[in-house]
């Protein structure tokens, strides 16, 4: 079915449902030998499990990961990774009273009339339970980037109204919200656990960070870094909007305000920009400045506050959800946010290491170039040295330099060998006649 696999590359496919036995991924593209730290995985996986705190649902997963296949020994095996996380706190009967009920800001309508079937329990495949299983694939993604000198930060940037003032990445981790700023954190939990009190939900917007990557990274024009960066964090469900640098705020600006203008950088000598107001991608390539884009998180819609809604029969009825559901998506979303930006960043970084790989068979073929026309003048060479010595000969002998027939004969045999090796014979002549030329030049010196 199209829609379940994500990349070009690092390609992968996840599978499950929420209340189904487990979720799951598979990566392809992953080189063999590189070493994965699966503690890792586990650690991205504990950060985005439910259950941590009172401003999360209360659904306790243990999120542990098993990995299936294509890692052996702390290193990829070339094939398959598979991993997998097994469902073990899914209460279906919470979901009993939306069995014919569409949750109004769901999926369960749209579902049902694309494919005229829906798991309804938690949401099926379109739970924020499947994200789990990305960030297991983000957090593989993570450490071939980290390999490569990239880091990925993304954090709670505003909840309703309350947007941070201050940033202090050591605050992101510790607090239950993932927010950089002190001040502003417990007006957030404040402002969330108010909207939960009246059975209802708040959204926000979620900043996402990348350092280290150079410049030429995007392939224009349809996947151009921005693009892909846009559908992968779009992808995400509850995200409702994506915007990057300066985003929506350009449209308010002058030219001569919103232009990044190039210096070069007095100690590196390399090309920077005096503003990021393209969040670091010009022409869908990254330029080497820092990316940093937001995505705005609607409010959860799975709220108690009683709501209008029909049934799969067409009856308008009224309904009050049940279950345990975020008040707030945006600190889990985080880690989810993060994987999204890893797994496109690596694919865009694998299918820009195949153009160089070409570059690279281009100077092979170059290199082989060089050898056969080296070659070619020791060759060329060689044949001058017989011609001097014949010369010498011709000398003492008193005979002639000019060999009419010899020359011939020599001529028709280099244009049948030509025609046999289909080398253009008009090419090979004007070769040959450059050739008997500098013999005779030689001879001649010689003869004087
Ligand atoms: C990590 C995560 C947790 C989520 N938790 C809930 C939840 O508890 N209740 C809910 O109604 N939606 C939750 N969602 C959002 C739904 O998945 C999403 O709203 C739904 O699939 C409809 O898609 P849309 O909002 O993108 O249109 C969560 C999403 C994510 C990524």
């Not at 398959?80 to 800001?105: T, V």
């Not at 025609?419 to 030689?442: A, C, G, H, M, T």
Request: include cysteine; hydrophobic fraction near 35%.
């Amino acid at each position: 079915m199209p829609g379940n696999i994500f990349g070009n590359i690092y390609r992968i496919m996840t599978f499950g449902e929420s209340h189904g036995p487990m979720i799951g991924v598979v990566i392809d593209g992953i080189k063999p030998n590189v070493e994965i730290n699966v503690s890792e995985i586990q650690k991205e996986l504990d950060r985005r499990k439910p259950g941590q705190s009172a401003v999360t649902t209360q659904r306790k997963e243990s999120d542990i990961v098993q990995i299936v296949s294509g890692i052996y020994e702390g290193k990829t095996t070339g094939t398959p990774i598979c991993m997998i996380i097994k469902n073990e706190d899914y209460k279906s009967s919470d979901y009993e009273n939306l069995k014919q009920i569409f949750r109004p800001g769901h999926g369960g309508y749209t579902f049902l009339k694309k494919y005229g079937i829906y798991d309804y329990r938690g949401g099926g495949r379109i739970s924020g339970r499947e994200t789990a299983v990305r960030v297991a694939a983000g957090a593989v993604a993570k450490q071939l980037l980290s390999n490569r000198g990239i880091k990925i930060l993304a954090y709670t940037r505003q909840i309703g109204n309350i947007e941070i003032q201050n940033f202090n990445e050591e605050l992101i981790e510790k607090n239950a919200i993932r927010c950089p700023d002190e001040s502003a954190t417990q007006k957030m939990i404040d402002l969330i656990e108010d909207a939960k009190k009246n059975g209802d939900s708040v959204g926000g917007i979620v900043e996402v960070k990348v350092q280290g990557l150079k410049a030429g990274y995007g392939e224009p024009v349809f996947d151009k870094l921005e693009a892909d960066l846009a559908k992968a964090l779009m992808s995400i469900g509850a995200v409702k909007g994506f915007e990057i640098g300066s985003g929506f705020k350009s449209a308010l600006m002058k030219g001569s305000e919103c232009n990044d203008q190039f210096i070069i950088n007095p100690q590196t000598k390399e090309v920077e920009t005096l503003t990021n107001n393209s969040g670091g991608v010009q022409g869908g390539i990254s330029n080497g400045s820092e990316i940093i884009m937001r995505i705005a998180v609607k409010p959860t819609s799975s709220i108690s506050k009683k709501q209008k809604s029909v049934t799969y029969n067409g009856e308008e009825v009224e309904i009050e959800i049940k279950g345990r559901h975020d008040p707030c998506i945006c600190p889990r979303i985080v880690p989810v946010a993060e994987a999204m930006t890893a797994l496109v960043l690596i694919d865009h970084i694998l299918m820009q290491e195949q153009i160089q790989t070409e570059i690279d068979k281009l100077d092979e073929l170059r290199s082989r170039i060089d050898l056969i026309d080296t070659q070619l003048l020791l060759l060329l060479n060689a044949r001058n040295e017989l011609v001097q010595r014949i010369g010498k000969i011709k000398k003492v002998n008193g005979s002639q330099i000019f060999d009419e027939e010899r020359e011939k004969s020599l001529e028709e045999n280099w244009i049948k060998t030509a025609k046999e090796l289909e080398l253009r014979p008009d090419y090979i002549q004007n070769i040959f006649k450059l050739v008997i030329n500098e013999s005779r030049k030689i001879q001649k010196e010689i003869l004087k």
